[in-house]
């Protein structure tokens, strides 16, 4: 790919984070019409993106990017194909109408500014999830993915409600995330490669290995949670108490169908298994079910539509792990249409409770002369979701039964849950687009009315799109669907279904669809009150279950931390002396790496020997110390020896530092121990001090053996002549080891710097303690009772 379209595409990737930058200025300045501004930087990528339609039409990739970490083969890198072109494509194009969207819904909000901002901010993470051949980045951009719809769905978050499904959405998806995380490690183990676009060679290698279930499980660890399937599917329902933008974005087009492009991007490594052919199909036909069941209940228009998703969520997964003839070229035609329909409805529920004040369906009717272009909007989009022609979800749905209709019962069995799952969407999605506007008018909030512009011009583009992508089918299959099923299966697969139907099975079976939603409709209310008395019987479901999980692990967490955190300073220092000495003399013991004794040395002269006896008389005086003052004095006799020391065998370097370590540590120490007036003497119980004294030793004892074992092995030179080779040449300094401390080793000087100036102003703040402060000294009793200044 030449230079200038490489710097296009990462100009492009990159956009949507620097909209995110200025749009609280542009909503400053230009209010909402702000929008129109904004949604020109989606509709660049998507112009962007579009121009690859032709070479990814006829076979090709585009792939691009920088080297990042070579050594480790980390790179910033994309890789465009039929799948991931179609991803941005929904990415882009749906989120241009979003963003003008959000402009009309959120008009006068104080906070419209910071709402487009993460909304362009989940737009670039959702693109980056899509286009990334690194598995670095794709890692990077799924967990951002994440926090950036936390703060969506959260956006109210003076409501408890939106809070409760910000944080439940980041946990499950976050933790998902992880999973997924462990899944690309053993992939890249398994496979040495790091980049997906290497990785479609690389099948048979995942397949072959001992590996291969575990990494299996935990990448659908991370689909599953991402894309809410069964038993993970509550938290995107309760995800509807953000604004419906961001329904209408995240949970119909976008997020929600990253854990299914994921799946669809490791079906050529990942399927054609036993294990994928079972525990896909299962799941999704789990969720298809578990959603159309849930979504009949709801009387919110919103939680109707949310709980349609999920099903189509579990038909997506179902189809992608079926593995017959034509089920990935279902999959495929079925996502593309339902992020049209899904679009549309969910901003048509949002224009409901935007002008007329409500989304309960049973208090809406009558609505269709007061919003004619709205009517327009839902009415074309029900007809896809209800998979009717002359319409793209129609195509799929035809290409769906297609796909099941066999002999085998494994077949009629997920056929037998695609009608039912499918004949209850067909009702929800014309109580959504009939009940609100059919009828004789109903008194609402608000007086109802046709929304401005950028409130319906979403839904209307999108359900015109869904138009015109099945009359146009020919060149729709061309141009996307072709090219995506065939990234999909990892071979050439042509995509021909066109609004002729499949005669035969395939069209039988649409018929007993539409009949059987027909009937679900005119019945909508007794099955809602069964469905719901059926629920009440069975009790408790994932939802209070996930609350029941936190609520645990907050309380493991408050008992934990009560262990290992009292709030004495004295348990804080034991524990971490403890462990030191563990970590330094366990080893030594269980791998037997004692040192060798050494001998005393016969050339000792009589000043070095006179300065290591007033070192140990220092030591001794600490211990027989009965003050603190006494004791850090003795403390400086010590450590003054040891810097002459350092000075006699030739380290003046050293020797100076340690003179001005131990004549600071002695001033300051002295300064605070006289402000804080604390007890003077020591009032440890015996037992404490064997402690104490026991951990001392241990720790003065591993430190020895650890220095005399390693001055016993034989010196590596290597770094001596890198350091004596180049001090000169490239920091050009003589003394090398102010070079390695300021050149070198820079950054490592700058955070000891950093250290020693946070504990300046703790060393400050204490000594600015008044009266009526709580301070830990060691006490007389207990070996912790409390004393104030």
Partial sequence: MSENVTLMTFIVLFLPFAGALVAPFLVRRFSHNAAWILALIPAVAFAQFASFLPLVAAGEAVTGGYIWVPSFNLSFSWFLD??????????????????????????????????????????????????????????????????????LIGFDHERAASRRAA??????????????????ILIWNISGVTQLSQLMHGGDILRASPLYLVTLVLVLGGAFTKSAQFPFHFWLPNAMEAPTPVSAYLHSATMVKAGVYLLMRLNPVLGDTPAWEILLPLFGGITMLVGAFLAVRQTDLKLMLAYTTVSSLGLLVMLTGFGSPHAIEAAVLYLIAHSLFKGALFMVAGIIDHEAGTRDVTKLGGLRK??????????????SMGGLPPMSGFLAKEEIYYALAHNDPRAVLFLGVAIIGNALMFAIAFAVALKPFLGK???????????????????TVLAACGLLLALFSGVAHQFLSTPMASAVAGEMR??????????????????????????AYKSIAKLRILIASTLQAIGGGPDKGFDCFVALMVKIAFHVTRFIQPGRMEFYVTATFAVLAFALLVPLFVYDELPDMPVWPQDILLHELTFIVIALIGLVAILMSKTRLNAIVALGIQGFSVAVLFLLFGAPDLSFTQFMVETLSVVILTLVMTRLRLSA????????????????????????????????????????????????????????????????????????????????????????LRAGVRIHPLDDDQGGQEKRA
Avoid at 84 to 105: K, Q
């Fill in 494 to 519: 042509a995509v021909e279904i066109s609004l002729l139907p499949h005669i035969g099975v395939p069209l039988a079976l649409s018929l007993l669809t539409v009949v059987l939603g027909i009937i």
């Fill in 82 to 151: 039929g799948l991931s072109l179609t991803f941005a494509l929904l990415i882009t194009g749906i989120g241009a109408l979003i963003v003008l969207y959000a402009g009309g819904y959120l008009k006068g909000h104080p906070q419209q500014g910071r709402f487009l901002s993460f909304l362009l901010l989940f737009m670039g993470a959702m693109l980056g999830v899509v286009v990334s051949d690194s598995f670095l980045m794709l890692f990077v951009y799924w967990e951002l993915t994440s926090i950036t719809s936390f703060l």
């Fill in 167 to 184: 944080l439940q959405a980041l946990l499950v998806t976050g933790g998902g995330g992880l999973a997924l995380l462990a899944g690309l």
């Fill in 681 to 768: 003497v020591d009032h440890r119980s015996w037992g404490q001090i064997i402690l104490d004294s026991t951990i001392a030793i241990a720790c003065g004892a591993g430190f020895a053996l650890m220095l005399l074992k390693s001055t016993q092995v034989p010196f590596n030179n290597n770094l001596t002549d890198f350091f004596n080779q180049w001090s000169k040449v490239i920091a050009h300094g003589a003394n090398v080891v102010n070079v390695i401390i300021v050149d070198f080793r820079g950054t490592d000087t700058l955070g000891e710097i950093s250290v020693v100036m946070i504990t300046g102003l703790a060393i400050l703040a204490l000594i600015r």
């Fill in 441 to 459: 008018p109903v008194k609402t909030p608000k007086h109802a009315h046709e929304g401005p512009v950028l409130l319906w011009l979403g839904p």
């Fill in 370 to 383: 007061a919003m004619p272009i709205t009517f327009t909007a839902v009415l074309v989009s029900a007809i």
